[in-house]
């Protein structure tokens, strides 16, 4: 159990089915949807009922994301009917699903940078200086700020209302998305992986919320991809495949492989298919490496053929240090050897050349180029190879692709196929594929399965076994702690900019971790 679920479970089944929410909120029936070339919804159905939380799993691809696109006035429907409080929803907008009580939180974030977390909360619902008059034209930011303060206060969060959203992690964007979400007093908040970039101690605050919430009589449709996570807190779940529905129940009925089975139409055996391998030398070293203000004195090193867990809550320094390692940020102290020889990165070009690569944590925005095809993406970071004078071999790129693609098993119809209309499990085998290309030495992963649904989960596990069976040094920053424990063979814990600690496999749990990551020891 994570840390989240340190506290009990919302509730118990029976007593919720007896006393809260027997009302439904929300009834879909049928629902079909099609785009050019693919049905993405056939028959699909879901009831929600009032004060309670409806889990939706299935694995990427399945229709969730559209199914809730449909419900908030983004897409609408080829098929089916949508009743809301009783009520047939004919014409839905997303304006008009807001006025109806229907709040959504979305996977892909998409706040306005340049603007503060209070007119980001508050952006089109803005309070004016007067209810009428000159002033009615007027934003009182001083309301807006306070309004938003009490709602920061109200979670637990330690941010000032008029801070710019672009001087926030990812982690801290996901949560003002959810204080949104919040202060539009809805009567049914969707959440589309809203703990896809923060930590368990924010997950926390997150489920404390929607207790409240659910207190209050507010429905909430919760997808996630996090087992812990759906046992926590779901009341019932509805499982999707492949744009069908495949069943619905209340959660107490369900268990980890039941649940998978029916998400896959397949049994995996591990989520987490760690293997013993083989752990040679010092790749990497880092001796009391500083950037001022962010870390300070952070030493460890990993080994050929090892994967080094690197833990922490959001805000430790972890991916910064990383960002330091792949030269993308300077260091004002410390060493980083390479197979002990000293280095001086100044850039990410520096260390590819040296055999490091990155995958960011954000893989649409840094990872890829998403309005370029899979052959195009996968060659990217190896142009030189494939350069024969002035021009590239398109022969030796596209060959050099499929080798990829069939090694890392990419379902993709082609090379030609355009990477945003992939799923995000293929999205980040692409990204794999791409620095496997090279002659990797160390690769370092930021969060890589965050997003990504089960199926593609235990994949990407596999991969991460096998280039440590062929010697490479991996460093895997994780805010899953089931991740950590089940692929690490070393865990570093890092806590406010330091390490707090370090701990071999058998040494590592759920309280060790989340121990050395609060500041104890």
């Known amino acids: 159990m994570s840390a989240a679920m340190g506290s009990a479970r919302l ?3 029976a007593s919720r089915h ?12 049928d629902i079909v949807k099609a785009f050019p ?5 056939d028959g699909m159905n879901l009831k929600v009922r009032a004060g309670t939380v409806h889990v939706l799993v299935g694995e990427n691809g399945a229709g969730k994301s559209t199914l809730m696109k449909i419900l908030s006035g983004t897409y609408a ?7 809301f409080k009783g009520e047939a929803l004919t014409g839905q907008s997303t304006s008009a699903a807001l006025e109806r009580g229907i709040s959504m939180i979305h996977q892909e974030l998409s706040p306005v940078l340049d603007m503060t977390i209070a007119e980001n909360i508050f952006l089109g619902r803005e309070p004016a200086l007067s209810g009428k008059g000159f002033l009615s034209r007027f934003v009182d930011f001083a309301r807006m700020n306070a309004d938003t303060k009490a709602l920061l206060d109200r979670l637990g969060l330690k941010y000032s209302p008029d801070t710019k959203m672009r001087d926030l992690s990812i982690a801290a964007m996901q949560l003002i998305e959810i204080v949104k979400a919040i202060s539009r007093q809805a009567l049914l908040v969707i959440m589309d992986e809203p703990t896809s970039a923060i930590s368990d101690t924010e997950v926390a605050m997150l489920f404390r919320q929607i207790a409240d919430l659910k207190a209050n009589g507010v429905a909430i449709i919760y997808i996630t991809h996090k087992m812990d996570e759906i046992f926590q807190i779901a009341d019932d779940i509805t499982v999707m495949r492949d744009g069908q529905f495949i069943a619905t129940a209340p959660a107490s009925e369900y268990d980890p492989s039941k649940l998978i089975s029916q998400m896959v139409g397949r049994t995996i055996s591990s989520i987490f298919p760690k293997e013993e391998v083989p ?6 070293s880092l001796e009391k490496l500083t950037r001022t203000g962010v870390f300070e004195n952070v030493s460890f090193t990993v080994r050929a053929g090892e994967i080094l867990g690197l833990s922490g809550l959001i805000g430790a320094g972890r991916t910064e240090v990383a960002r330091v390692i792949f030269g993308l940020d300077e260091a004002d102290g410390g060493t980083v050897r390479l197979n002990g020889t000293s280095l001086k990165l100044t850039s990410p070009k520096d260390a590819i ?5 990155m995958v960011s944590e954000d893989r649409k925005a840094e990872g890829l180029v998403l309005c370029r095809s899979v052959g195009e993406n996968i060659s990217l970071a190896n142009l030189k190879k494939f350069a024969g004078g002035l021009f590239i071999s398109e022969r030796q790129e596209e060959t050099a692709a499929q080798r990829m693609i069939k090694m890392l098993q990419i379902k993709t119809p082609d090379t030609a196929m355009i990477v945003e209309n992939l799923s995000g499990g ?24 965050r997003g990504i649904d089960v199926g593609s989960k235990s994949e990407i596990h596999r991969l991460m076994t096998e280039f440590a069976r062929q010697g490479l040094a991996i460093i895997m920053i994780s805010s899953e702690l089931p991740e950590i424990l ?6 570093v814990v890092m806590s406010e900019g330091r390490v707090a600690g370090e701990l071999t496999r058998s040494e590592a749990n759920q309280e060790s971790i989340m121990r050395l990551a609060t500041g104890g020891h």
């Open 353 to 357: 050349s040296r055999g490091i690569a």
């Open 77 to 83: 429907i080829d098929g089916g009917e949508i009743f």
């Open 11 to 13: 509730g118990d089944s």
């Open 279 to 284: 752990i040679g030398d010092v790749v990497l």
């Open 18 to 29: 007896s006393s809260q929410g027997d009302d439904l909120v929300l009834e879909m029936r």
């Open 486 to 491: 089940g692929m690490s063979d070393r865990v």
């Open 426 to 449: 293929n999205q980040q085998k692409i990204v794999l594929a791409k620095w496997l290309l090279g002659d990797l030495k160390l690769l370092i992963l930021d969060e890589p399965t």
């Open 37 to 41: 070339g693919v049905l993405a919804l």
